[in-house]
C-alpha cells in the first residue's frame, strides 16, 4: 500500500471546519471527493490538526492510502484543478507506510492575527480589535506557558481527551506590518485551546485581567477561570513538524 | 465650506470598480451612501485614482465637502460602522478648501502581487502565475521606464487623454514572502497603465518577448504592441502623495 502526505492551505471561512459534518461544508470532504475522483476507489483522509469551523491553515498535512500507480506531481496538479479556490494543495509526497499525519506529528505551530485598525483587505484573517494592548504583558503571559503545563482551563469542556498536559516549545507575540501576531508551537494542542489563551492574553494585554490572575487561570484548570475564545477567523495552522 | 480628506482601504473584488455605474456596486456608491446617511446631504466625492473593476485600494484618497460641523474622529467611526466590510476608512483629516484628492496629487504608488504556487487564503489578491520568471529581465524593463516617457502602447485605446507622457518616479520588481511583487510611482497613471507594464514584462520575464521587444514596444506607441493586461486582482493602488 503506497502512503501519500499533502501538505494543504485553505481559506477556513466558508468551511465548517477540518472535518465531514452532516451540515455543511469541510475540508475533509473537498479533499476526498477530489482524491476519490482522481484514484477512482473510497478515500479516507487523516489530518494533523483537526481545524475548527472559521480555522485557516498554511501548513495542513494529510495523508492518504492508495494502490494506484500515480505520480505525486500528476496527483498534485489534478487535485489543484479539481479542488475549489479556497483549498489549495502545496505538495504531495510519497512517504513511509507507516507514516500518519496525525499520529507521527511531534509538534504543530499555529499564529493568531490580530488588527489594531478598520481592515477591508485582510478582514477574513484577522481579528479586528480596536484596544491598545501591552504586548509586554502579553509576553509575560506567554513566557508563562512555556515548557510542559496542564492547559485544561484552556480546552473546551466537551472535550474528550487522556489528560490536558502539552509541551509548548514556543510562545510569543510581535507586532508586524502593522499586526500583533501570535505565535505558538507545542506538541500538541487541546480543543479550542489557541483562541482561548489569545482571548485570555488580550485581556491581560488590554489591562481588564491582572497578569496576576493568569497564573490563577491555569492553576484552577477549569475553562470558566480563563477569558472568551478569540475568533476563529484569526486563526492559522501554519506548519507541522516530523522527526 | 469645510473639505474632508478621507484614507479608504477596499477589496476590489466585489466592487465594478470605484466610479458610480449603472450596473453593479461601486465604491464611489458605498462611500457615499454612507456618507449622505450621516452628514444628511446630496454627496459627491472625488478620488485620486479611479480603480477599474476588481482592482484593490489599501491607500486610496478621496475628498468631500460639506457645511456640517462633525468632527473627523466620530465621521471616522460612523463610516466603518455604516460601510460594507470590503471597504473601511483608514484615517479622516479636514483639509483647506482647494485640496482636491485627484488634481492635487503629486504622484501615485501601484502595486502589483504574482504568485508562484498554487494560492488558497491569498486568491483575491494575487495573480497566480506557474511560470518561472527572470526579475533581472523585469528589472531591466523597469528601469527602462524611470523618467518622463510616452506610455500610449500601455494605455487602453478608448481613453480620452490630451497627451501620454508620464513621470515614472521608481519601478522595481522584488520577491517577497513567496511572491513576485512589482512597486510603480509616477505622477500620473493612464487608464490600464500598470496592468499592461505587468502583463508586458511578465512576457519578458518568462522568455516569451525577448528584451530587446520591450524598447520596440514603447517607441510603438500603439496599445496592440504590448502584451495582455495582467488581470485586475494583483494590482493595488497603495498610497497617493499631496505636496
Same mark, same amino acid.
Given at each position: 500500500?503506497?502512503?501519500? +502526505?499533502?501538505?494543504?492551505?485553505?481559506? $477556513?471561512? =466558508?468551511?465548517?471546519?477540518?472535518?465531514?459534518?452532516?451540515?455543511?461544508?469541510s475540508?475533509?470532504? /473537498?479533499?476526498?471527493?477530489?482524491?476519490?475522483?482522481?484514484?477512482?476507489?473510497?478515500?479516507?483522509?487523516?489530518?494533523?490538526?483537526?481545524?475548527?469551523?472559521?480555522?485557516?491553515?498554511? $501548513?495542513?498535512?494529510?495523508n492518504?492510502?492508495?494502490?494506484?500507480?500515480?505520480?505525486?506531481?500528476?496527483?498534485?496538479?489534478?487535485?489543484?484543478?479539481?479542488?475549489?479556490?479556497?483549498?489549495?494543495?502545496?505538495?504531495? /509526497?510519497?512517504?513511509?507506510?507507516?507514516?500518519?499525519?496525525?499520529?507521527?506529528?511531534?509538534?504543530? %505551530?499555529?499564529?493568531?492575527?490580530?488588527?489594531?485598525?478598520?481592515?477591508?483587505?485582510?478582514?477574513?484573517?484577522?481579528?479586528?480589535?480596536?484596544?491598545?494592548?501591552?504586548?509586554?504583558?502579553?509576553?509575560?503571559?506567554?513566557?508563562?506557558?512555556?515548557?510542559?503545563?496542564?492547559?485544561?482551563?484552556?480546552? +473546551?469542556?466537551?472535550?474528550?481527551?487522556?489528560?490536558?498536559?502539552?509541551?509548548?516549545?514556543?510562545?510569543?507575540?510581535?507586532?508586524?506590518? $502593522?499586526?500583533?501576531?501570535?505565535?505558538?508551537?507545542?506538541n500538541?494542542?487541546?480543543?479550542?485551546?489557541?483562541?482561548?489563551?489569545?482571548?485570555?492574553?488580550? =485581556?491581560?494585554?488590554?489591562?481588564?485581567?491582572?497578569?496576576?490572575?493568569f497564573?490563577?487561570?491555569?492553576?484552577?484548570?477549569?475553562? %470558566?477561570?480563563?477569558?472568551?475564545?478569540?475568533?476563529?477567523?484569526?486563526?492559522?495552522?501554519?506548519?507541522?513538524?516530523?522527526?
Amino acid at each position: 500500500m503506497r502512503n501519500i +502526505k499533502l501538505t494543504l492551505e485553505y481559506d $477556513g471561512t =466558508d468551511f465548517v471546519g477540518w472535518q465531514v459534518q452532516p451540515n455543511g461544508r469541510s475540508v475533509q470532504e /473537498e479533499l476526498e471527493k477530489a482524491l476519490a475522483q482522481i484514484l477512482q476507489h473510497e478515500i479516507t483522509t487523516y489530518a494533523a490538526g483537526r481545524t475548527d469551523s472559521g480555522v485557516h491553515a498554511r $501548513g495542513q498535512v494529510v495523508n492518504v492510502k492508495t494502490q494506484k500507480a500515480i505520480v505525486p506531481e500528476a496527483l498534485h496538479k489534478s487535485m489543484n484543478a479539481l479542488l475549489p479556490d479556497d483549498v489549495a494543495v502545496l505538495s504531495v /509526497e510519497e512517504v513511509p507506510e507507516h507514516f500518519h499525519a496525525r499520529y507521527s506529528a511531534v509538534a504543530r %505551530r499555529y499564529r493568531y492575527f490580530i488588527g489594531q485598525r478598520p481592515l477591508a483587505v485582510m478582514r477574513r484573517f484577522v481579528w479586528p480589535l480596536q484596544y491598545s494592548l501591552s504586548l509586554k504583558w502579553m509576553n509575560s503571559c506567554a513566557a508563562r506557558i512555556v515548557g510542559e503545563h496542564d492547559f485544561q482551563s484552556f480546552c +473546551k469542556v466537551e472535550a474528550e481527551v487522556d489528560h490536558y498536559r502539552c509541551m509548548v516549545k514556543h510562545a510569543s507575540w510581535i507586532q508586524k506590518d $502593522g499586526l500583533v501576531v501570535f505565535d505558538i508551537t507545542a506538541n500538541r494542542f487541546l480543543h479550542g485551546m489557541v483562541r482561548a489563551l489569545v482571548g485570555t492574553m488580550v =485581556d491581560v494585554g488590554r489591562g481588564y485581567t491582572p497578569y496576576e490572575d493568569f497564573e490563577r487561570i491555569i492553576v484552577a484548570r477549569e475553562r %470558566r477561570a480563563a477569558g472568551m475564545a478569540a475568533p476563529a477567523k484569526g486563526l492559522f495552522l501554519e506548519e507541522v513538524f516530523y522527526d
